[in-house]
């Protein structure tokens, strides 16, 4: 077995211990505490890591400076930035999705068990009970997928795909939005994070991204 499947499998020897029985009467979490506990750390993670991608790669950073000062020039985009006209921003949607891409915010999602019987899976025979799990770092770094420099980030990866080849493009976001789960099973807080992660990056680029004294050498908390 290689040592890509040992790492996102694990096998149900030890069942984890049964949750506590919540008390009569204890009031169950809503949807809003549900989707602001999902789209809250990990999309702050998304974040940073993003910001810091940018930060180290001028050229990334002064494209999408451009592109938003462009757009405000134009009136292309209020303040603060809608949804919607950030989706129409081609370069921003680049690099939101190679930070996602490149810094995935969780390793795996819920795990799935085999069902009876079991079920072979690319030659190998899981039996029925295994918990599978998918290996997002392995998938989002993978050169077959993103070519040979996936493990650096260069947004400009989705510019170009999106121009030669919009089936490929597509089928790379499908791939990147994996890191919410899929199907019944998709993250709740996923439309919360999209939303967060297309507003800040603007947001930011008009307080602190345009001054030259938000740089890596001598960045402060007082530089914003």
Same mark, same amino acid.
């Given at each position: ?8 499998? #694990? ?5 984890? =211990? ?19 506990? $999902? ?18 790669? =001028?050229? $990334? ?63 190998? !025979? ?21 070519? =040979? ?20 493009? #597509? ?10 789960? !899929? ?6 807080? #996923? ?7 297309? #507003? ?25």
């Amino acid at each position: 077995m290689s040592w890509q499947l040992r790492c996102v499998l #694990k096998f149900n020897f030890f069942p984890p =211990p049964p949750a506590p029985p919540v008390p009569e009467g204890s009031p169950s979490p809503t949807n809003y505490d549900l989707i602001s506990m $999902a789209g809250s750390d990990t999309t702050a993670n998304s974040i940073r890591l993003t910001l810091l991608a940018l930060l180290t790669t =001028p050229s $990334a950073l002064s494209r999408l400076q451009s592109e938003i000062t462009h757009a405000i020039s134009h009136n292309l985009i209020s303040s603060p930035i809608s949804n919607s006209e950030a989706l129409s921003l081609p370069y921003l949607q680049a690099v939101i999705y190679e930070g996602i891409r490149l810094y995935p915010p969780t390793n795996s999602t819920f795990d799935k068990q085999v069902p009876p019987g079991g079920v072979t899976l690319h030659n190998y !025979y899981l039996p029925e009970g295994t918990q599978l799990l998918n290996n997002t770092i392995h998938m989002m770094h993978s050169t077959e997928i993103f070519g =040979p420099d996936a493990d650096l980030f260069r947004p400009e990866r989705w510019i170009d795909m999106s121009e030669s080849d919009p089936t490929r493009h #597509k089928e790379w976001i499908g791939i990147v939005d994996l890191v919410f789960g !899929y199907g019944k099973y998709v993250c709740l807080g #996923k439309a919360l994070a999209m939303m967060e992660l297309n #507003k800040v990056f603007v947001e930011v680029r008009s307080s602190c991204l345009g001054r030259r004294d938000f740089r890596m050498r001598g960045l402060t908390e007082s530089s914003c």
